[in-house]
């Protein structure tokens, strides 16, 4: 399986403090993206980050990639209570289909 | 409204039967893909399917079945071959195969009873 692994597997913080997340993957990729679940629901893409590139920011979003550790992390900053979710990160396979991680549960306490 | 669409949302299936999902997408995507997902756990790719006529199989594909007789509907059939179908499945799209974005459906929740 090409499936990647995020760490930590749950996390929890205060509404305002920032959340980091990683990833890891196994296979060289084109591009690594991350997509949001809220519970029950279908997923939504967030951002994406070519291979080429090290970092990238949207809005409170912040997305770097090493390339050479083959890894990625997920930064949100000034938490809400409202980014509570699960958050995965995806890579494309050889044949140009996404990969998806194992994710990890968000909860941000009010 | 332009997206894509899973119905039913909940599906009971009785031991030994087939169950169809059903996934439409009015996005004019040519890529869709059918994925499962177990509680607390990730995504895991059943099938995917580049165009009209054509679909590989994905990591789990062993008691599911799927056809691309039209580019807007992919359907899945969870056949009595698959030993543990009990899963939230996730239909999605992209306007090809490498693209940069997946588009997802709200997912049906199958329960075998």
């Known amino acids: 399986s090409q499936q990647g692994e995020e760490d930590p597997q749950a996390l929890s913080i205060q509404e305002g403090e920032n959340a980091t997340m990683n990833c890891s993957y196994k296979?060289?990729?084109?591009?690594l993206q991350w997509y949001r679940q809220n519970s029950g629901r279908g997923l939504v893409h967030l951002i994406l980050?070519?291979?080429?590139?090290r970092e990238k920011h949207s809005g409170r979003l912040r997305v770097t990639l090493d390339t050479s550790k083959k890894s990625s992390s997920l930064l949100i900053t000034a938490s809400r209570a409202a980014d509570t979710a699960s958050y995965f990160c995806a890579t494309d396979a050889a044949q140009g289909q996404f990969y998806f991680g194992t994710g990890t549960s968000l909860t941000v306490i009010p | 409204d332009g997206g894509i669409t899973q119905s039913p949302k909940y599906l009971f299936r009785k031991e030994g039967q087939n169950v169809t999902l059903s996934c439409e997408q009015n996005l004019n995507h040519d890529a869709m893909y059918w994925y499962r997902q177990d509680p607390g756990q990730g995504l895991r790719l059943i099938y995917y399917?580049?165009?009209?006529?054509?679909?590989q199989k994905g990591d789990i594909a062993e008691g599911y079945s799927v056809s691309r007789e039209k580019k807007e509907s992919f359907p899945l059939t969870v056949t009595s071959a698959q030993k543990n179908p009990t899963a939230f499945y996730l239909c999605?799209?992209?306007?090809?195969?490498?693209?940069?974005?997946?588009?997802f459906g709200q997912g049906t929740r199958l329960t075998v009873v």
């Open positions: 980050i070519r291979s080429n590139e």
């Open positions: 999605a799209s992209s306007i090809d195969l490498g693209s940069t974005e997946a588009f």
């Open positions: 399917s580049q165009i009209v006529n054509d679909f």
């Open positions: 296979t060289s990729i084109n591009n």
